[in-house]
Structure formats: structure tokens, C-alpha cells
């Protein structure tokens, strides 16, 4: 028998060694191959192979994931997405996580993607009906308790607000992470997917979107290769993608549809009126792109859906979908981050616990909104966005007339000036102000960072007026939405402005606050497009996104205005045309007037609280 036992425990050995092995090279194993072995740790059942009827005959694929030991009908988490159910981490690591704890967890690839059927993907087209048809599926069920919860973050995100709209009873609860995307036309800004700010295309994120994802009948994996930055720098804009990834894409009716047109409804976005009830956990972070679409989305929820059960929002510093990493990094850009821990694993089981089991109080103690206030490295809370305790405060832009760079002679006040004086540049298309961190993504160049970096390369350039503060007497404790007031003329029928709002130190560094656009035709609104008549004066609200941020005593605010941002922007051709159809810039002479009756100005939110132990900020390195 000796032999027998030596056999066995070597067997052993050798299988332990394995799982040693497996375990230290866990991070470069990919998570698909991992998910047999952490299902049989864990005792979870999984079913690859469901396939699930829609109303019109498309068939969408599924991955059912279930406790093995499992008692009574399990509540569901249903997650779907256009990344690939069977190797996408974020889809995997939700399918195991509460299926380890106690859920049915259902996740799908959207009509049109990988397993499912359809060769016309936009997105998210029929994306209410098809949750709505999978919701129907699951209440069936023999092992489903009637009640749904849903969770993801960026596309996994939205496509929960596209499956809110239509407020079906078994959707329960949800948690939508940095999901502004969502938004169509909400509180008089058109984003659809958050491709467009100001009426001007974000390229950068969305050419680099569509020339992995958005081709219209492709299933299989999308390459990980594509010269996205070369072919952004090339116009016309509209073949940015067909030039890296030839096909039909979805990118391009995004860009040839205006944004007043009515068709944008059939894709299923949130729009003003929708009354999405379900309620909501919704997580973001102040370095996406999106993240007004947020504020605006919940805020629409608040007004329109009063008799919402909750809604919490809470806002961490870092990029997108960056929330859970954050305080692991310690870094949001430049900005090192401390105090960002937060249970989020706890968050979300208590939430679809209170509101799918009917277990403990559901976050109750969470306040209506949590927001971390960068450079302070603390969290606050509020009933309201902005809070009801911030007070508007405008600073004034000034010049003698040379406000070109950051060595001209442009200034921030609280006063504003009693003489009109103007400052102009010149932008030209082909030589577009760079971009420098702030919200953008997908740029294709790896020295592109999202997130505060110094805009001081930036601020050399003739084409940038910038506008500088005294030091501040007092910190300034920044907390909601930015506008930029400018009073405008152009030699052009339209050009883009964009408001950059900077964090001076003493040592001269600029870093990034927050930032935004507008092109000018859309002054007035994306239905009531009008060009500019050249040389006369137009008055321009410039929504630059909302921001909660701690600028030191001693320290310096500045207002950058140009009018481009590349890559993160398209440019303005200036010639009032189509512009992503065109080849031939125009160049334009832009003016920005300040003092007497021209009053231009940055708005700022101001909270006026104690800060802990007096200035407890970090000072970047």
C-alpha cells in the first residue's frame, strides 16, 4: 500500500505546487482562463450556452452563473455589455462575485456583439426593449425570485439607464457606474453616448470607441493595434475610423446626425421627461469625461421621478472607471490622493441586499450625495448638487489688451473692470492648442494623460489667453458646476471656444481643474443652431463640468481661453459648414471682450466650511 500513499500525496504535492504557481502568476493569467477554477473554489455553476428570444426573433447569448448549494428562488444581477461576456474582466469578476454570494447573476452580450445575433449594432438601439424582453426571460425563471438588480460601469453602466427608462417592475435596483453616457438630451445639453460636449465631437474618445467597437456586424474581438492618433490628426473627420478599420460603422451616422434631430430617440438615451425611477447606487469620478451627463442624469431622476424609493450619488477623485483603483494608485494626474478608501464590495451587496432580499437598511446612512474634494483629500456629503451652502462667485476676466500667454498681461478679479478692452489670437486648425490632460481619453498616444497635468507648455502659445488671479487671501473650496461667461466675436461664421479653469502654485506650477466647450453656433441651443454674423459680438455660456476641489491659501487661479483642445476635441474648420465632411480649414481671429458692458467672467461655486485642523491639503510633488 506504501507505494499507493506515495502516489497520492505526490499527486497532492504537485497539484498544490500548481495552485501555487496558478496563484503567483495570477495577474498575468488571462481572467477567462481563471474562471473554471475560482467557479469550482467557490461553488458556482456556470451555463455559457444561454440563448434568449427578443420580441423579433433575435436570439441574444448569456452567461448564467449560480450557487451551487443554492435554497429557494435567488434574486438576479443582470449585466450586459458590447465587450465580450466570456473574457471581459469586469463582466467575469461581477458573474463570480455575487453568484459566490448568494445571487443568480445573468450577463449578456448586447444584439449585434460576440454570441448574440444581429449585424446592425448602434449604440444603444433597442436597448430598452432588449432588457426589457431579458427581464420577461428572467422573472420566468424557476430559480429567479422576480427581482433584478443591474451593475457595470462605463457601457455596462448606461445601458442600465437605457433599461430605467422603461421602469419595469422587476428591475429593483441599480448600480450605474461612471455612466453619463446615458444621457441624451438632459437639462438642455445634448451629449448621446458622451461624444459630444458643447456641440463639439469629444474625437479622441469616441474615434478611439468606434474603431474597436463600433462596427456595425462585427462579433469577434476587436484588435488592439490600431493607429487611432494618426488618423485623427487627417480629415475629413468622418472617415477617421473607416481609415484604421474599414466597414460599416456606427460612428459614422453618429457624426452625420445634428444633434436637435429627433432619430437620436430610437437609440434609446435618457431624455428630459423619461422618469426613470429604479433605484439607484450611481459612482463616478471627476476625471470622466461624462461625468456631468451624471449629475444631470440623477438630477433628472430627483425632478421628474420625486417618488424614487433612493438614489445615492458619490463622486471619487481619478480617471474613468477608475473609483475601485483609485486609492491603490494614490495619483489622480499630478495630484497624489489620499483618504479615497471606500467599501465599495460592501456598497454594492448591501444595496442589492436591502432591495432585492429585503435585507438590512440599503445604505441609508449614505447621504443623497458623497463627494471626495481633490487637494482637500476628504469626503463630504450633501442633500443636493451643488450643495445648498455653495455661493456663486465670479471672477472677472481683465487685460490692458495682451492677455496672449501666460507671460501677457491677463487677470482674474472679483471686481470687474470699468473700461472695455478686448484680447484676440489667432486659430488656426492645422496648429491646434494641444491637449493636456483633463477629461480625455482613447487618444492613441500613450503621452496623452487624462486627469490635472501642467498646462504650462500650453500657456507659452499666442493662442491662449490666460487670465491669472492674485494669491488668495483664503482657500477656496470649489464644490458644483463651472460656467464660463464670455463675451465673443469672430472673423469667422464659427469657430469653438474652450475655458480651461488652472490651479497656480507658488512654484509656478499649473495643473488642471476641470474644463469645457462650446461651438458657437449652438449658443443658443443644439435645436436653434445659427451661425456667427464676423465681427459682431456674441455673449457665450461655456459649461466647463462640475468639480469639488481645495485651492490653498497663497495660491493662484487661472482661466485659459482658446479654441482648441487636440486630440480630445475635434477642430472647428471655422467655415460654418458640416465640418466632419470637410478638408479645408479657414483660419479665424477670435476675440474675447472684458470690462464695462462686456462682461465675461468665470463662474465658480464657492463652499465656505472649515477645513480639519486648518490647511490639511497634499502639495503635489
Known amino acids: 500500500m506504501r507505494p ?69 428562488p435567488l434574486p438576479t444581477v443582470y449585466v450586459r455589455l458590447p465587450y465580450d461576456r466570456r473574457r471581459y474582466a469586469e463582466a467575469l469578476g461581477e458573474g463570480m462575485f455575487f453568484a459566490r454570494h448568494g445571487y443568480a447573476v445573468l450577463v449578456q452580450d448586447v444584439r449585434g456583439k460576440f454570441g ?94 468606434f474603431s474597436k467597437h463600433g462596427v456595425r456586424n462585427e462579433h469577434g474581438p476587436w484588435p488592439d493595434d490600431l493607429d487611432t492618433a494618426d488618423s485623427m490628426r487627417q480629415w475629413p473627420v468622418l472617415d477617421a475610423v473607416r481609415r484604421v478599420r474599414p466597414g460599416a460603422n456606427a460612428y459614422e451616422e453618429f457624426l452625420q446626425t445634428s444633434l436637435g434631430d429627433p432619430r437620436w430617440r430610437e437609440m434609446d438615451y435618457v431624455f428630459d421627461g423619461d422618469r426613470a425611477a429604479t433605484p439607484a447606487l450611481v459612482i463616478d469620478t471627476w476625471g470622466d469625461p461624462s461625468i456631468d451627463g451624471t449629475l444631470a442624469l440623477a438630477e433628472a431622476v430627483r425632478r421628474d421621478s420625486p417618488d424614487t424609493p433612493r438614489q445615492h450619488v458619490v463622486i471619487a477623485p481619478g480617471n474613468h472607471c477608475e473609483h475601485e483603483l483609485v486609492a491603490g494608485m494614490g495619483r489622480f494626474g499630478v495630484l497624489p490622493v489620499r483618504n479615497a478608501a471606500q467599501p465599495y464590495r460592501e456598497w454594492y451587496l448591501a444595496w442589492f441586499d436591502h432591495w432585492l432580499r429585503g435585507r438590512g437598511d440599503g ?11 481633490l487637494n482637500e483629500q476628504r469626503w463630504l456629503g450633501s442633500t443636493t448638487w451643488p450643495p445648498a451652502e455653495a455661493r456663486v462667485q465670479p471672477w472677472y476676466l481683465g487685460s490692458r489688451g495682451h492677455a496672449n500667454g501666460r507671460d501677457g498681461d491677463g487677470v482674474l478679479s472679483l471686481q470687474p473692470s470699468r473700461d472695455t478692452r478686448s484680447d484676440e489670437f489667432l486659430y488656426d486648425p492645422r496648429d491646434p492648442v494641444p491637449s493636456r490632460g483633463g477629461p480625455v481619453c482613447c487618444a492613441g498616444d500613450p503621452a496623452i494623460r487624462s486627469g490635472p497635468e501642467d498646462q504650462r507648455d500650453v500657456e507659452t502659445r499666442q493662442d491662449v489667453l490666460v487670465y491669472t488671479s492674485a494669491p488668495l487671501r483664503s482657500p477656496l473650496r470649489i464644490a458644483g458646476p463651472l460656467r464660463a461667461q464670455l463675451v465673443v466675436s469672430s472673423s469667422a ?117 472649515p477645513t480639519p485642523s486648518g490647511e490639511t491639503f497634499a502639495i503635489a510633488p
Open 493 to 609: 461664421p464659427d469657430t469653438d471656444f474652450i475655458a480651461r479653469l488652472v490651479h497656480v502654485w507658488p512654484d509656478g506650477r499649473a495643473t488642471s481643474i476641470q474644463e469645457g466647450a462650446l461651438r458657437a453656433r449652438y449658443r443658443d441651443g443644439v435645436e436653434r443652431p445659427s451661425l456667427m454674423t464676423p465681427g459682431k459680438r456674441y455673449v457665450l455660456d461655456v459649461p466647463m463640468r462640475s468639480i469639488a476641489y481645495l485651492v490653498p491659501r497663497g495660491h493662484r487661479i487661472r482661466l485659459d481661453v482658446t479654441s482648441s483642445s487636440f486630440p480630445r476635441l475635434e477642430r472647428n474648420l471655422n467655415t460654418g459648414g458640416r465640418n466632419y465632411d470637410e478638408t479645408e480649414p479657414a483660419k479665424a481671429l477670435n476675440r474675447i471682450f472684458h470690462g464695462g458692458d462686456a462682461v465675461s467672467f468665470v463662474e465658480i461655486p464657492v463652499l465656505d466650511i
Open 116 to 209: 448574440s445575433e444581429g449585424d446592425d449594432f448602434v449604440p444603444w438601439r433597442h436597448a430598452t426593449q432588449d432588457g426589457v424582453a431579458t427581464l420577461e426571460w428572467i422573472v420566468r425563471q424557476p430559480w429567479s425570485n422576480g427581482k433584478v438588480g443591474t451593475i457595470g460601469c462605463s457601457a455596462l453602466g448606461e445601458l442600465q439607464y437605457a433599461l430605467a427608462r422603461a421602469n419595469h417592475p422587476a428591475h429593483a435596483a441599480m448600480v450605474p457606474m461612471a455612466a453619463g453616457g446615458a444621457a441624451g438630451r438632459v437639462s438642455g445639453r445634448a451629449a448621446y453616448f458622451g461624444a459630444f460636449e458643447g456641440g463639439v465631437l469629444q474625437l479622441a474618445a469616441t474615434t478611439g470607441w
Open 4 to 72: 499507493v500513499w506515495w502516489i497520492v500525496l505526490a499527486a497532492l504535492l504537485a497539484l498544490l505546487l500548481a495552485l501555487g504557481a496558478a496563484y503567483a502568476l495570477r495577474e498575468r493569467i488571462p481572467a477567462h482562463w481563471q474562471q473554471p477554477l475560482r467557479a469550482l473554489v467557490f461553488g458556482v455553476r456556470i451555463d455559457d450556452d444561454v440563448r434568449i428570444a427578443m420580441p423579433d426573433g433575435t436570439r441574444l447569448a448569456a452567461t448564467l452563473y449560480r450557487p451551487r448549494r443554492a435554497q429557494g
Open 363 to 373: 445604505l441609508a446612512k449614505l447621504p443623497p450625495y458623497l463627494f471626495f474634494v
